[in-house]
Every structure is written in structure tokens, then in C-alpha cells.
């Protein structure tokens, strides 16, 4: 097995111990007061890998790294929620919709094209989601899987925006703009709702800001060793993990609308990455005739 692939591996893995926590510590503790404190921890930590690189802050593209930061903010804001709230193999499995709304946004605004095959299989991915949302079935679990969704959708955005500044500024400095911003938006937010934690959930949202720039790390090093399709791919092994945090800590069985609905959403995703591959490879042939 390639290093890519452990390291893809292994940040999918801490991600979910990461979503396990999140779950664990939302059960008393708001959803975006965790939001506050991953934040927090995560800038305090990026600050002083940022002064050890000795990376310097940029005077110019301000605005858009705040736009990143804003997108960023929006979805940890609706993941966390959606993770306190529905079975953590379901959140899983929306967030992974990203996919689909990257390829979308990245036509939009980076004007990168779109394949026809791309067409064919988006019906799939809204029949997967509505599998999940479950609109037929009506309750307050469609309205927590629609925010769950709308997470993916701002994580789609924040890596669009990634994709166009890793162009001018440091990925360091894109970091820490996502979560100064994260601290910014939940400060204010959290104030009239906040629950001072206990030693032991603040031991968890102490542990959520490390692990998750852990998993950073890990995922950064993976698309470092190993082709891009072959570790969003390989990420999806996530799903796994956080189905089995799910059972085993909180017996949550995924039922078969979930099943049908995630394998969808799956076999879509990795259908677009393989056709995104393939085209690459095209055009790099083309280039090269």
C-alpha cells in the first residue's frame, strides 16, 4: 500500500474521532460553542506554526481570504450542528455532496469545464440525498439532513475559494483566515447559549482542536504522495469509521433508505473523480501533441 494511501487513511480515521467528539461533547455542550473553541485552539496553533515557517501575512487578496473564512465558518457551524443531531454516518455521507458541488461551483466561477458524463450521473447523487433527507417521510430529521446538505455546500465553496488562492497565498495562511473567522462569527453567536464546560468536556474540545489539525496534516502530506483522485477516493473510508463510532457509542443503525442512499452518493463520487482523471489525462495528452 502506497504512503498516500495510509496517510489518506489515517486522516480520514483521525476526522472521525474527530466527529465522534464533536457528537459526544454536542450532547451537553451547543453546537457552536464547540464550533468557538475548535476554532480557538485551531488559530492559536496555526499562529505559532505560521511564526516557525516563518510564513508572513499578506497585504493584498484580504477580501478573499475572508470570503474563505466566512465559507469555512458556515460550515463547520452547519457540520457540527448536523453532527449533533442526526446519526454520525449520515452526516458522513452528506458531507461528502461536496464533491458534487465543487465540480459545480469550480465550472461556475473557475470556469473549468464539465464533462457530459458529469450530467448523467448527477441524478444519481439527488437521488441518493433524497434517500437520506427522506421528504416522503416527513420530520425533523429532514430538516437537520437539509442542514447537513447545506454544510456541503459551503465546503464546496470554501474549496473553491482554496483552489484559487493556493495560487497566491500560503496554505498556513488560508488556514488560519478560516479559523480566525470560525471565532469571529460563533463568538457572538454562542454568547446568549453558552455552557461552561465541565473538566472532561473541556478535555474534548481541547482534544477536537488538536486531532482536527492532526487530520489537517495527515490529508495535506496524502495529497502530497499520492495522485488527488486517488485520495478523495480513499477518503471515503471515512464513512466507515464514523458508522462505527456511531454504533458503537450511541447503537445507531443505519436503516435502508441510508444504505441505498450513501451507497448512491459513493458510487456517484467516485464515478466523478474517475471521469475527472480521465480528463486530465486528456488534456495533458493534447497539450503535449
Known amino acids: 500500500m502506497k504512503n498516500g494511501v495510509i496517510l489518506a487513511i489515517l486522516s480520514s ?42 510564513v ?63 450530467f448523467y450521473i448527477l441524478p444519481l447523487v439527488f437521488l441518493g440525498a433524497i434517500l437520506l433527507v427522506k421528504p ?9 439532513a437539509l442542514v447537513g446538505i447545506l454544510s456541503a455546500l459551503f465546503a464546496a465553496g470554501a474549496a473553491t475559494s482554496i483552489r484559487y488562492l493556493s495560487k497566491l497565498h500560503h496554505s498556513y495562511e488560508i488556514v488560519f483566515y478560516f479559523l480566525a473567522t470560525g471565532v469571529i462569527i460563533s463568538f457572538p453567536l454562542m454568547w ?21 489539525l ?30 462505527m463510532w456511531g454504533f458503537l457509542f450511541w447503537t445507531e443503525v443505519p436503516d435502508v433508505y441510508t444504505v441505498i442512499g450513501g451507497l448512491l452518493i459513493i458510487a456517484a463520487c467516485v464515478l466523478l473523480s474517475i471521469s475527472k482523471k480521465k480528463t486530465a489525462v486528456t488534456a495533458a495528452k493534447l497539450l503535449k501533441s
Open 192 to 212: 446568549s447559549s453558552f455552557v461552561i464546560p465541565t473538566p472532561l468536556e473541556f478535555f474534548y474540545l481541547a482534544c477536537i482542536g488538536v486531532v482536527s
Open 13 to 54: 480515521l483521525v476526522f472521525s474521532v474527530m466527529n465522534a467528539l464533536v457528537k459526544a461533547v454536542s450532547l451537553t455542550i451547543p453546537a457552536v460553542e464547540v464550533v468557538f473553541f475548535r476554532s480557538v485552539i485551531g488559530t492559536v496553533l496555526i499562529y505559532f506554526m505560521m511564526r516557525y515557517s516563518k
Open 136 to 144: 416522503f417521510n416527513y420530520s425533523s430529521y429532514s430538516i437537520y
Open 56 to 118: 508572513a501575512f499578506s497585504t493584498k487578496g484580504i477580501p478573499m481570504l475572508l470570503v474563505r473564512g466566512l465559507l469555512g465558518a458556515l460550515y463547520l457551524l452547519a457540520y457540527f450542528y448536523t453532527i449533533s443531531k442526526i446519526p454520525l454516518a449520515d452526516a458522513s455521507i452528506l458531507a461528502h455532496l461536496s464533491t458534487i458541488f465543487v465540480i459545480i461551483l469550480s465550472a461556475m466561477f473557475l470556469k473549468e469545464k464539465v464533462s457530459k458524463r458529469t
Open 214 to 243: 492532526l487530520g489537517q496534516i495527515f490529508l495535506t502530506k496524502a495529497f502530497t504522495h499520492e495522485n488527488i483522485v486517488v485520495v478523495e477516493v480513499t477518503r471515503y473510508i471515512g464513512i466507515v469509521f464514523n458508522a
